[in-house]
């Protein structure tokens, strides 16, 4: 087991290099670029070339890129070294400046809580029904319950978004805080108003997940359920709910938590719709308008963490996953 | 007992009848329930999808057909919208660009993704290792990313992919089946295809590997037959189970996916009559939520939310059917690796 | 300054905000308190506001980032103000005036007692003077970003530092000259505008180190108390201004949201005092209709236009640019896409009433007739139309486009020309579509400016500003005429010129089609008071932007 997971770990090198150098290549060859975007309609092309050379843009890929990354030197005596390796992500183009260190430290703690909430509501919401319709399958409790968790996640989040907004400020009179204020309190310092603004973003990034949770649970309880233990127990004359809630219950919660390991990791890039609606300042909205502004070092290392968390959450899952089922075994 | 008797219901452990065969898909259906919602769902988009020149009662595209923001009414079922085009003749034709997204992407997606699943799980060794490295790398890529970094390279005015379209397939870049900006539908057609042939390359691989241990391909391998002739002869109708329940899963994500790209305005040009591209087109959305204007967002919404449903509801049921072990939602697990 | 639109990639900033909210929208109640003004209220010191806005400031620095210009307007002192209508001057700021003894010398007294705000930094108190003006000419001049590069051009020659620093002349402390090589016109104009801030020597020379995207180390009336450029930027009152008792608000909020109907429906629930999103008529009478709410409009200097590539076929063919320029239908343009509210408009858009051709004339010349351009259509050998693409930016933010392309491509339908409508993201509209003139057609809006030179150096060989002919159209007449107005200090003159060009511009229906021109709308709670609406004119004695602005919650 040890081996295996340092073998998963050696191999996020390659990964994220390949992934950073993906994106590196792929942003310098489409058309556009941050310097466009800054000048507009007043471009030409002296100007182009200017604020390109500015932003090291007129540089070979491999030099920009390894500049970003830290292994090129950033002046011409080979001294100065600064890139992801020493800790230092880049600077935005477009923002003055500003490095992505500092704009991080303000987006991940409201993704890190959009996605807490999420989860949370999402087993809430999730699992009891699957349970649920797990016992009593056929009936219509159980079609209920399979209809509206397969009717979350069919409509899609972007939109219960904008009904939440339209219902919201049109016939109750309210809107998340944030709305007023343009930063998102945090916990810490007023809970109420932070739960005010993080509750419907969560809400409905939840549903979808929590839908999946219902399937997955009514489905692995049928199953667990079949088993012969599970048989036993019940002809021994035990009450259902014993029955249920000790013996079925907690074995059939193991795919059931590899499934939240996946999700999460698409969560947060998936979240910039509900972002961009809930004016909530995250990192799939920074990731987004990095995006469509060519914002070259910032989508660089915003893809980087990326791809780190979504490549450490599968080793955690499928890690997890061998650990909760004794019979599962990696070489 | 009662309850045991009810999980056996469907087991293919049951006995087969001597009923004719409308009863047994009868039984089937009251069976099935939602599945049968599904279907009916999904019958009356592709209805509409097919049929859309015929249904609509103004062309989706046309300005002033009636008052501008008129409400529901007999002559407007879903009303119009700012410019005075009809929401109901919009909607129907969202439809036919929807089915067609989904169909492209996932013929697409499936065709390329089974090929290196294939190829990958087959052959092993430093093919598979490579093409593993490299399908786990575009799958940690956020989706957004990956989908408008490939719009933004193959949909540019100059690239190979839009020349290619243009000049040596008979696809028109302007209107074609009355849908308009058809270039554009196929190319982010292409892009969303590409997201799921990665996903789906991985779980086929997965299958694959599996697979390998047969004796068919053993055998086979002995006799000399070459490794093409293997894979198409023995590895492709094992998986093609796979492969097409995949494809019932990816076909609502990827009719999402066009919505949710259009809805953040970087997806279809603004004024296709595309669900997503009016459920996020900004003029609506203010409309919409600032002006009490709510059908010119609602209706695409619904449509939109029947069509996902819809498949779900089918996929569940096939799946519930075709391997009851399979029974609400593990297939969903590797589904959701890929979605928003 | 306090009335214009910038619109430039796509950025709305809207100034001068005389905002009210009106509640009682689709049934229900809203949020937040509503407050019927008083009417006996007296403008007075204390407050604060909170101020939507759709578009994240990339920077403050107003010699080098363009998305926050208003802000920099607060926040730093200019030489004087702009009052658009009547197109002069207004010394309510550094200068007290303008000498002009020829028309290429200018000799600017400056008034004592403008200081840098105290924020508490090395640069506090420092005074804003003619070296400070020499300085920041260099800095602003030479800026790589800079809109219009003639003009620092045209007082030294180059562009150089080294060149321009002895070209600007500070006889003495208060006292700050240059000369032109060339009467220039539009420089008048130019060094209104808030890019021109003038910071303190200290600050120019330390610039590189002081991020002044972040920070701002001026003399405006307000001073920089919170910058997260995509969230939130909070300015507080410079209490060591040069007017005395002014500015009257203690702290404005600018709350940053980039969702338009979020933002919409921000301001409504009354989360916001001065509403930032873009709204349209309806939303106008709706405001106006609610007492609690206060709503005015302008004139949009706004202005979307059909560019052709007359370098290629058929576009280089006078007879299909005209059958294209009179079939479309400009009456439905200013119907759906402007509530009904808007006028033609010529080679300059109508909002500056001085210099744009009379209306009359426009509506006669620009009147729909689909007869004459079917004739003019099989004069030129296409009696069967033709295909095209039109070109389009996707602006985040903004539908207009959109919808008047479409409103356009239709019109054409019935002359039997079939164009699709391309939008393409803008990042790659800019570097390959605009840019290398890689186009048949395309539709965009220009960069509104309420100086005329502006809008003529469209049909410039040199193209905007000296920066770009994307068109490849080229009239040596025109541009003889676009050089001479720039150079003619005298108004009729001028005016005489410029109507010349636009005529003749008229007459070659190309290479830019002009569609027309709305309003722009913008609204407030009524208990918030600006030192003047936007839909009056610039009253000659105002004060700078922002400082008169008052609000009846102290």
């Not at chain 1, 998963?8 to 290549?25: E, N």
């Not at chain 2, 609602?298 to 939310?305: D, N």
């Not at chain 3, 180390?217 to 930027?233: A, H, K, Y």
């Not at chain 3, 903004?398 to 008047?404: M, R």
């Amino acid at each position: 087991m040890r081996s295996y997971i340092i073998r998963r770990l050696l191999l996020l090198i390659p990964i994220m290099l390949l992934v950073s150098f993906m994106t590196h290549a792929t942003f310098r060859i489409i058309p556009g670029s941050a310097a466009h975007l800054i000048c507009g309609i007043g471009c030409t092309d002296e100007v182009v070339e200017d604020l390109e050379a500015q932003f090291g843009l007129d540089e070979s890929f491999f030099r920009q890129y390894g500049e970003w990354l830290g292994v090129w030197p950033d002046d011409d005596e080979g001294n100065k070294f600064s890139g992801v390796l020493q800790g230092d992500f880049g600077e935005s183009f477009l923002n003055s400046g500003q490095s992505v260190t500092d704009r991080l430290s303000r987006t991940l703690p409201v993704t890190a809580e959009l996605m807490l909430l999420s989860l949370i509501f999402a087993v809430v919401l999730g699992i009891p029904p699957g349970v649920l319709s797990a016992i009593r399958p056929g009936s219509l409790a159980d079609l209920i319950a399979r209809l509206t968790s397969v009717a979350w996640l069919s409509v899609p989040n972007f939109y219960l978004a904008i009904l939440v907004i339209a219902f919201g400020s049109n016939w109750f009179g309210w809107l998340p805080p944030n709305f007023g204020t343009g930063k998102a309190v945090g916990f810490f310092e007023n809970p109420i108003q932070n739960l005010e603004t993080f509750f419907f973003p969560s809400l409905v990034l939840s549903l979808g997940i929590a839908a999946v949770i219902m399937r997955l649970t009514r489905s692995s309880m049928l199953e667990v359920m079949r088993n012969d233990y599970v048989r036993t127990a019940w002809s021994k004359g035990l009450r259902e709910r014993t029955v249920v809630w000790r013996h079925a219950l907690k074995n059939a919660m193991i795919p059931v938590l590899t499934i939240i390991g996946v999700q999460v990791g698409l969560l947060i890039g998936g979240s910039v719709l509900i972002e961009s609606v809930f004016a909530l300042n995250g990192m799939g909205n920074y990731l987004l308008v990095s995006v469509i502004g060519r914002d070259l070092l910032v989508v660089q290392s915003l893809v980087l963490i990326f791809a780190f968390v979504f490549v450490v959450i599968n080793l955690v899952v499928d890690i997890s996953y061998a650990w909760l089922d004794p019979r599962i075994r990696y070489g | 007992m009662a309850k045991e008797a009810a999980l056996e219901l469907d087991s293919p452990l049951a006995p087969p009848s001597d009923a004719p065969r409308w009863l047994k898909m009868l039984r089937l259906a009251r069976a099935h329930p939602l599945g049968v919602l599904g279907l009916f769902c999904i019958l009356l988009i592709t209805f509409s999808a097919i049929f859309a020149d015929v249904i609509v009662p103004y062309d989706p595209e046309a300005l002033q057909t009636g008052a501008i923001k008129e409400a529901p009414s007999l002559d407007h079922p879903f009303g119009t919208d700012r410019l005075g085009s009809d929401v109901f003749s919009r909607t129907i034709f969202g439809a036919r660009i929807a089915m067609l997204i989904g169909v492209v992407s996932v013929v697409v997606g499936m065709a390329l993704g089974s090929a290196v699943g294939i190829a990958s799980g087959y052959f092993g060794g430093f093919v598979d290792s490579v093409l593993q490295r490299l399908v786990d790398s575009l799958l940690a890529f956020p989706a957004i990313v990956l989908l408008l970094a490939i719009i933004a390279v193959i949909g540019n005015d100059d690239s190979a992919v839009r020349s290619f379209l243009n000049d040596s397939t008979p696809l028109p870049s302007g209107k074609w089946l009355g849908i308009p900006n058809f270039l554009d539908i196929i190319i982010i057609s292409l892009a969303i295809g590409f997201a799921i042939a990665v996903a789906a390359a991985r779980v086929i691989r997965g299958a694959v590997l599996s697979l390998k241990e047969n004796v068919y391909i053993e055998a086979a391998q002995a006799m000399g037959a070459s490794d093409l002739r293997i894979m198409v002869r023995h590895v492709l109708p094992n998986v093609a189970g796979l492969i097409v329940v995949l494809g019932t899963i990816f076909l609502p994500i990827a009719i999402l996916a066009e919505a949710a790209i259009s809805f953040l305005g970087v997806g279809l040009p603004a004024g296709t009559p595309s669900w997503g591209s009016d459920m996020g087109n900004l003029s609506n959305r203010d409309d919409a939520i600032g002006r009490g204007i709510w059908w010119v967002v609602f209706f695409p919404g619904l449509a939109l939310s029947l069509v996902v449903l819809g498949f779900n509801l089918l996929g569940d049921s096939f799946r519930d059917i075709s391997d009851p072990r399979l029974r609400g939602g593990g297939g969903s697990g590797s589904a959701s690796r890929t979605g928003f | 300054m306090s009335r214009r639109a910038l619109l430039g990639a796509g950025a709305t900033t809207a100034l001068g905000g005389a905002a009210a909210l009106a509640v009682g929208c689709s049934g229900g109640t809203s949020g937040g308190p509503r407050f019927t003004p008083n009417p006996n209220a007296t403008p007075g010191p204390g407050g604060s506001i909170t101020w939507g806005r759709p578009v994240s400031v990339g920077g403050v620095d107003p010699h080098v980032d363009l998305t926050g210009l208003d802000i920099d307007a607060l926040l730093y002192s200019y030489l004087y103000s702009w009052a658009p209508g009547a197109e002069v001057t207004i010394f309510n700021n550094l200068a007290t005036s303008l000498e002009m003894p020829e028309v290429t010398n200018f000799i600017f007294t400056l008034r004592d007692g403008v200081r840098n705000a105290p924020v508490g930094g090395e640069f506090d108190g420092e005074d804003i003077d003619s070296e400070a003006c020499k300085e920041s000419f260099v800095r602003r001049g030479t800026s790589i970003t800079a809109v219009d590069k003639r003009f620092p051009q045209k007082i030294a020659g180059s562009r150089d530092p080294a060149m321009l620093r002895p070209a600007l002349q500070t006889p003495d402390k208060f006292t700050f000259s240059f000369n032109m090589a060339e009467p220039f016109v539009p420089a008048v104009r130019e060094m209104a505008n808030a890019t021109w801030a003038m910071m303190s020597p200290g600050v120019t020379e330390n610039a590189p180190t002081l991020q002044l995207g972040r920070n701002a180390f001026g003399s405006g009336p307000f001073t920089l108390e919170e910058f997260v450029g995509n969230e939130r930027i909070v300015v507080k009152r410079n209490p060591d201004y040069f007017i005395p008792g002014r500015p009257y608000l203690d702290q404005i909020t600018y709350v940053i949201i980039t969702d338009n109907s979020s933002l919409l429906a921000a301001f409504k629930n009354g989360q916001h005092d001065v509403s930032g999103a873009i709204l349209v008529k309806e939303d106008f009478d709706e405001f106006n209709a609610d007492p609690s709410l206060a709503a005015a409009t302008a004139p949009s200097l706004f202005y979307p236009v059909v560019h052709m590539n007359v370098r290629r076929d058929p576009y280089d063919d006078i007879r299909v640019r005209e059958a294209l320029n009179i079939s479309i239908n400009r009456d439905l343009i200013i119907e759906l896409a402007q509530s009904g509210e808007g006028q033609f408009g010529g080679p300059i858009q109508w909002p500056q009433k001085q210099w744009a051709l009379p209306r009359a004339r426009l509506e006669s010349f620009y009147k729909r007739d689909v007869a004459k351009a079917k004739q003019l259509m099989d004069a030129a050998g296409r009696p069967d139309g033709f295909k095209a693409l039109l070109k389009t930016p996707r602006l985040p933010g903004v539908n207009f486009i959109n919808d008047i392309a479409r409103i356009i491509v239709d019109s054409w339908k019935d002359i039997n020309v079939d164009v699709q409508i391309d939008e393409v993201e803008l990042g790659a509209y800019i570097g390959s579509v605009l840019l290398p003139g890689n186009f048949d057609m395309t539709f965009f809006p220009n960069l509104p400016y309420d100086e005329p030179d502006r809008p003529l150096s469209f049909y410039h060989s040199l193209g905007v500003t000296g920066s770009g002919n994307w068109t490849g159209y080229t009239n040596p007449t025109l541009d003889k005429l676009i050089d001479a107005q720039a150079a003619e200090f005298d108004f009729e003159a001028r005016k005489a010129i410029i109507t010349e060009a636009q005529e003749l511009i008229l007459g070659e229906h190309g290479p830019q089609l002009t569609t027309t021109g709305g309003f722009q709308y913008s609204a407030r709670k009524a208990v918030v008071h600006p030192g003047f609406s936007i839909d009056e004119d610039t009253p000659l004695d105002s004060n700078p932007v922002g400082v008169d602005i008052w609000t009846e919650l102290t």
